[in-house]
Every structure is written in structure tokens, then in C-alpha cells.
């Protein structure tokens, strides 16, 4: 079915607004049937955005370099991706890969290394992004190695359904769970955290979110 983006002027902490991502099921008189329980609030300037998502999006076994600033790799409204054996280098103060407002997303065995003085984030999967696994990757010298359920910018979103899995993170900081995120499990994963590369990120997880499940780290 057709993938809507529902979103409002509502807030759910220090102006991070409402908006998520789901899947029309059919429609039924003046109503939308969409493909599971909405969870954010809709009543200020509630809008839906009706949008085609690029689809089958794979990359394999590739080396990606960021340019002296911006992301190493920035996707923004795809569907079914796929990221397996990719090395992904950052070189400025900005997320080595950006996830915003995906749907269905597989994040496994890749390499994110930051190499700049100014420590930024290995991953962020932020705005109304949903269904994301990242597993048996390596984050290595990032400030936060993965951030969920955050960004800035109007609609910035609810990301629901994140699992990060069997990942080694080595001199890094936390992974944050904010206050945007919804649904993540964190487990199995290998975490020096505390030797962060900045005095910034003290905590190895950080949860701000709800329905959190964090288990054997």
C-alpha cells in the first residue's frame, strides 16, 4: 500500500514534534485504515503528506569516505534498505549515516569510523523513521556511536521499532535512546564506552525514550 507521513504541530519534548510513518490499508468511507497503532498526538495542524518512497535500496561491500563536512551517506524516505559490508568514514562533525524517515531498514556488518578532532555520531536513525536493525557492526571514535528518536527541524518524528543487535563499539560514546524513540531493543552488543574520546558522553546508554528493552551488553 501507499506509505503516508502523518504529522502535527503537537510536541512530545522541547519542541520535537509529531510525525510518523505508516502504510495505508485501505480505505473505508472518510476513513484510512493504516498499518498499525498511531502513537503520537494529531490535533494542532495535524497534516498527511501522501509520498513514493524509492524502494530496494542495497549497497554492498563498498567503501564510502564523507566529504570535509556533511554525512558520509544521508537517507532520507526509502524503503526496504539494505547496507551489508559497507566501511563508512567520517571526516567531519556530522553523523557518518543518517537514517530520517525510512521504512524497513537492515543495517549489518559494516565498519563506521569517525577520523575528525570534533568526535560526531557513528549512526542516527531520526525523524519518523521505523523497522531498523543495525547488527554486527563496528562504530569506532564516535561522540554518540548510534542516536535514536532525535533530530531538529520541523516534524522531526517518532522512530518506532529500532533493534541494534551484536555491534562492537570501541572508544566511543553512548548510544542514546531519545526522547523521540519508541520500541528499541538494545542487545548483545560489545560497549567501551567509557573511555570516550570526549568527556561529553559519560553514560553508554542513555534512555529517554519509551518501551526500551536493553539486555545482555
Same mark, same amino acid.
Given at each position: 500500500?501507499? $506509505?503516508? $507521513?502523518?504529522?502535527?504541530?503537537?510536541?512530545?519534548?522541547?519542541?520535537?514534534? *509529531?510525525?510518523?510513518?505508516?502504510?495505508?490499508?485501505?480505505?473505508?468511507?472518510?476513513?484510512? $485504515? =493504516?498499518?498499525?497503532?498511531? =502513537?503520537?498526538? *494529531?490535533?494542532?495542524?495535524?497534516? =498527511?503528506?501522501?509520498?513514493?518512497?524509492?524502494?530496494?535500496?542495497?549497497?554492498?561491500?563498498?567503501?564510502?569516505?564523507?566529504?570535509?563536512?556533511?554525512?558520509?551517506?544521508?537517507?532520507?524516505?526509502?524503503?526496504?534498505?539494505?547496507?551489508?559490508?559497507?566501511?563508512?568514514?567520517?571526516?567531519?562533525?556530522?553523523?557518518?549515516?543518517?537514517?530520517?524517515? !525510512? *521504512?524497513?531498514?537492515?543495517?549489518?556488518?559494516?565498519?563506521?569510523?569517525?577520523?575528525?578532532?570534533?568526535?560526531? !555520531?557513528?549512526?542516527?536513525?531520526?525523524?519518523?523513521?521505523?523497522?531498523?536493525?543495525?547488527?554486527? !557492526?563496528?562504530?569506532?571514535?564516535?561522540?554518540?556511536?548510534?542516536?535514536?528518536?532525535?533530530?531538529?527541524?520541523? *516534524?522531526?518524528?517518532? !522512530?518506532?521499532?529500532?533493534?541494534?543487535?551484536?555491534?562492537?563499539?570501541?572508544?566511543?560514546?553512548?548510544?542514546?535512546?531519545?526522547?523521540?524513540?519508541?520500541?528499541?531493543?538494545?542487545?548483545?552488543?560489545?560497549?567501551?564506552?567509557?573511555?570516550?574520546?570526549?568527556?561529553?558522553?559519560?553514560?553508554?546508554?542513555?534512555?529517554?525514550?519509551?518501551?526500551?528493552?536493553?539486555?545482555?551488553?
Amino acid at each position: 500500500g501507499q $506509505l503516508v $507521513l502523518l504529522a502535527s504541530s503537537d510536541t512530545l519534548a522541547s519542541g520535537h514534534q *509529531y510525525a510518523e510513518i505508516h502504510r495505508v490499508e485501505g480505505v473505508s468511507g472518510n476513513n484510512i $485504515l =493504516l498499518d498499525g497503532t498511531i =502513537l503520537g498526538t *494529531y490535533t494542532t495542524s495535524p497534516v =498527511l503528506y501522501r509520498y513514493t518512497s524509492v524502494t530496494n535500496f542495497r549497497m554492498e561491500d563498498v567503501t564510502i569516505t564523507a566529504p570535509s563536512v556533511g554525512y558520509a551517506i544521508d537517507l532520507q524516505f526509502l524503503e526496504k534498505v539494505r547496507l551489508r559490508n559497507v566501511t563508512i568514514i567520517g571526516t567531519a562533525a556530522a553523523e557518518s549515516l543518517r537514517i530520517g524517515s !525510512c *521504512y524497513d531498514v537492515v543495517i549489518d556488518s559494516c565498519t563506521v569510523r569517525q577520523k575528525t578532532t570534533t568526535e560526531a !555520531c557513528g549512526i542516527i536513525v531520526c525523524d519518523a523513521s521505523r523497522d531498523v536493525t543495525i547488527s554486527r !557492526c563496528t562504530i569506532e571514535r564516535a561522540l554518540q556511536a548510534i542516536e535514536i528518536g532525535d533530530d531538529y527541524g520541523t *516534524y522531526e518524528g517518532i !522512530c518506532r521499532n529500532t533493534t541494534v543487535s551484536d555491534c562492537h563499539l570501541i572508544w566511543c560514546g553512548q548510544i542514546e535512546i531519545a526522547a523521540g524513540a519508541r520500541f528499541v531493543s538494545v542487545d548483545g552488543n560489545s560497549m567501551e564506552c567509557d573511555i570516550s574520546p570526549s568527556v561529553a558522553s559519560t553514560t553508554a546508554i542513555l534512555i529517554g525514550g519509551a518501551d526500551v528493552k536493553v539486555s545482555n551488553n
